[in-house]
């Protein structure tokens, strides 16, 4: 199999195997392992003192003029080339050797230099033109495929998408992980290529980021004006799954001008931060964050919680329709508020799911009910400061990082299924269980033939009477059927409480002091929010 260069080059292997050097008979004499080698360009020329006119990576032609006759001499010309670097040393044979001194081919063995022979005699400005012709082909191939990411990324700008969406393609295309990091080393955002198994990214950024990776590729983001704000921003790709090679710095150079000019945008920094957070804090959720890497990759994000439990909360936004640009004011007013609380805290968005996940280091488990207040106080004050309504806070159980994430993913669903439920300043995960599980049932049509069958005559009454039964009777069955303390609720007086129940109770042919009744009734409305 022919060996392959780096890509965006030809190889000295391809070079040998195009048509005008075949004719030539080559003959491999020393290096034949190192063919692989890149070729930068072609040189022809006599000189002795050759080495001294090029720069590295030449294929070079020669007749062997300039070699010397005295093995001295041949082994310092051979010795020069190699430590110039060259890719390559051609010799055509006839016009000074009919074969090559055994002293040039044991130098060039012993340095590992490429030594090639030529039987036959050709035209060296064939050769010349065909593999710069080679290389001017490769190099726009190269930049064809720079484009192209390029286009892709123009694209998801255009389409609404992001940096991180931006980054998880630039991934995609150089096959290993990305990661983008402010001026003085702080990660904003990892991402990895899609669809690859391996170590996570922030597992990656933790192990390698300081151990000077062989390879390792970083391109500085302009800023705004001289100085230190010249630099926003810095994007570097760690090789640990694949080789990098000229095209990625070429696709590089361009995906930073694209994400210059979104980083322009202000407080974005702040936004991305803390989308990285809520990936990792949703791959958590999801288990595909191993919960024993979790406290490292936790670390790499600023989260440095003492050794009590762990909390888990979600604030659900009231809509889910909240504009791309209204992220970064949400993220930057609910983490000043948040500066306040007192205790440990590592705070994500999720903008898919219209929700901001997070992790609370508790002292102890007794801690949980003031500590609580505090931050859902803060979810909801930043919430309200960035023109977000009524939002919806869940506290989960205090838990451990063995498991945090199912933690979090209940706390995630219990926030969705919360929607609809009276205001208050957080709900608790353990009160929820019924209204998550009805929320896991929406999709099933059995739900909404269950909430038609119990409640559906009075849902048909109250969407043609102006006096609405349905509030009476979640009143009722709130106060498990005390109609003493529901009259006082509802501002009515005992008779007209008993003339309403006595309605429901005959719109819906049943007896509502039946235990059974009333539990069938209280799931039925419960469910009510799910299927409407």
């Known amino acids: 199999m022919e060996p392959q260069g780096p890509q965006g080059t030809i190889t000295v292997a391809r070079a040998l195997d195009l048509p005008a050097l075949r004719k030539g008979l080559p003959e491999v004499l020393a290096a034949g392992d190192r063919l692989d080698r890149p ?62 001194p055994a002293t040039v081919v044991d130098t060039a063995r012993s340095l590992g230099l490429p030594l090639v022979q030529l039987h036959r005699e050709v035209p060296f400005v064939a050769v010349t033109e065909e593999i710069h012709t080679e290389l ?9 495929r720079a484009e192209e990411v390029h286009r892709r990324c ?20 150089t ?44 391109t500085d983001i302009p800023g705004q004006g001289p100085g230190p704000g010249a630099v926003r921003a810095r994007l570097t790709v760690l090789p640990v799954n694949a080789p990098l090679a000229p095209v990625h710095r070429i696709a590089a150079d361009r995906t930073a ?19 990285g957070r809520g990936d990792f804090l949703s791959g958590l959720a999801d288990g595909r964050v191993d919960a024993a890497d979790a406290p490292a990759q936790a670390r790499v994000l600023g989260f440095r919680p003492g050794p009590g439990p762990l909390l888990p909360m979600v604030l659900r936004l009231s809509t889910d329709l909240v504009p791309p640009d209204s ?35 508790l002292r102890d488990e007794a801690e949980r009910p003031g500590v609580a207040d505090r931050v859902a106080g803060a979810l909801r004050a930043g919430a309200e400061r960035s023109g977000q309504r009524h939002p919806v806070v869940v506290t989960g159980a205090p838990t451990g990082w063995d498991t945090v994430g199912p933690g979090l993913r209940h706390a995630a669903e219990a926030a969705t299924a919360a929607r609809g439920l009276p205001d208050r300043l957080w709900h608790d995960v353990r009160q929820l269980d019924v209204d998550v599980l009805l929320w896991r049932l929406r999709s099933q049509g059995d739900l909404a033939a269950f909430v038609d069958r119990v409640i559906g005559p009075l849902i048909t009454h ?45 719109l819906l042919g049943t007896d509502l002091e039946d235990p059974h009744t009333a539990l069938s009734l209280n799931l039925a409305l419960r469910a009510r929010r799910h299927v409407a």
């Open 39 to 100: 070729v930068r360009w072609v040189h022809a020329g006599e000189a002795p003192h050759i080495a001294t006119l090029l720069k590295g990576g030449e294929l070079l032609l020669t007749t062997g003029l300039g070699l010397g006759s005295r093995p001295a001499e041949q082994r310092g010309f051979v010795r020069g080339l190699a430590e110039r670097g060259i890719a390559a040393l051609v010799v055509e044979l006839g016009a000074r050797f009919a074969t090559l």
């Open 136 to 144: 001017v082909n490769e190099h726009y191939a190269l930049l064809r």
């Open 154 to 173: 123009t694209e998801v700008l255009l389409g609404g998408g992001g940096v991180p969406e931006v980054l998880r393609l630039f991934a995609g295309f």
């Open 175 to 218: 096959g290993n992980p990305v990661f983008l990091q402010t001026p003085d080393g702080r990660l904003l955002y990892a991402a990895g290529p899609a669809g690859r198994t391996g170590a996570d990214p922030l597992q990656v950024w933790e192990g390698l980021r300081d151990a000077g990776l062989a390879g390792a590729l970083t």
């Open 257 to 275: 001008g694209l994400l210059a000019v979104v980083l322009l945008q202000a407080r974005q920094e702040e936004e991305l931060a803390a989308r």
């Open 327 to 361: 992220w970064a004011a949400l993220v930057c007013a609910v983490q000043e508020e948040l500066a306040a609380v007192g205790a440990p805290v590592l705070l994500g968005v999720r903008l898919p799911e219209g929700r901001i996940p997070l992790l609370v280091g």
């Open 462 to 506: 109250d969407r043609a009477s102006r006096q609405a039964l349905l509030p009476t009777l979640e009143t009722y069955l709130a106060h498990a059927g005390r109609k003493a303390e529901t009259a006082r609720e509802l501002h009515l007086n005992r008779q007209t409480l008993y003339d309403r129940l006595a309605r429901i109770g005959r």
